[in-house]
C-alpha cells in the first residue's frame, strides 16, 4: 500500500470561468495532498474557458482535459472519469461550484480508501440532516458509514473523493439527462445495487465546503424554466456582469 498514490482533480465544469477559477484558487489554498493532478472535463464552453482555467492550476501539476463538445453533464463526467481512472485508482469528483471552506488534509481520506475495501466514496460537500449511520475508524480518523438502505440521500453529487470500486459497482451517469436530473437517476443506480459505501468524515464540520453556485443554478434554470445549456450560461454571463452574481 503506497503512503501517497497519485490522486487526480476532477474539475467538471462549462462555461462559468470566473467561479471555476475561484474553486481553482481554494482547492490549491486548502486542500493538501502530495500527490494530485488535474483533469478538467469540459462541456464544450466557448472561448478561452478551459486555457483560463489551466492557466489558474498553473505549473507543477500534470493537467490533462477533455471535451464532451455539448452532449452534457452526464457525457462530461462520464469521459472525466475515464481519464482519471486511466491515471490513477482514486479521484476527487469536484464541479466547479463548490468551494473549499477550510483547510483539508486528503491523507486521511486516501489510505481510508486504501484500508477498507467497503467505502468507495467521501462526502466531502453539507452534510445534511436525517442520515442514519454508523461510526468506523480508518486512516487514524472516525468516520459515519452512512446506512443506504435508510437514506434516500446517502449518495448526492456534491464534492467528494471515490475510489474506482465505486465506479466499477455502480457504472456510469445517464446521458442526455439536465443536470438535476442527471443527479437525480443515479440515485436508484447506488440504492438498488450492492457495493461500497459512502462516508462523512466525522471528523469535520458539517460545511467542509459550499455551494457558491446558488445565487444561480444551471440545474434550476434548464429542469425548471426550459432553458437550453447555452441559454443558461448566456443568462448567468449577463448576472456576472451585471452583478447580479459574485465572480
Known sequence: MSDCPPVVILLITYERTEIAKAVIRGIKERLQYPNLSWH????????GHVEALVDEIGPGYEITHSNSEGAGVGRNMNLGIACCLERADIWLHWEDDWLPNSNLDLVPCVRLLQ???QVGMIRLGRLAANLYGQVIVGGDR???????TRNEWAFVGHAAMRHRRFH?????????LTPGRTE???LPQFNGLPGPDIVW?????????DHIGDGYKFEQHMDNFNLTREEAAAKFNGMIEAGKVTA
Not at 478538467?40 to 472561448?47: E, P, R
Not at 472516525?142 to 443506504?148: P, S, Y
Not at 466499477?168 to 442526455?176: C, I, L, M, T
Open 184 to 186: 437525480l437517476a443515479y
Open 201 to 209: 468524515p466525522a471528523w469535520l464540520t458539517y460545511d467542509i465546503s
Open 168 to 176: 466499477d459497482a455502480y457504472g456510469p451517469y445517464q446521458e442526455g
Open 115 to 117: 484500508e477498507n475495501e
Open 142 to 148: 472516525l468516520w459515519w458509514m452512512l446506512d443506504k
Open 40 to 47: 478538467v472535463a469540459d462541456d464544450g464552453s466557448n472561448g
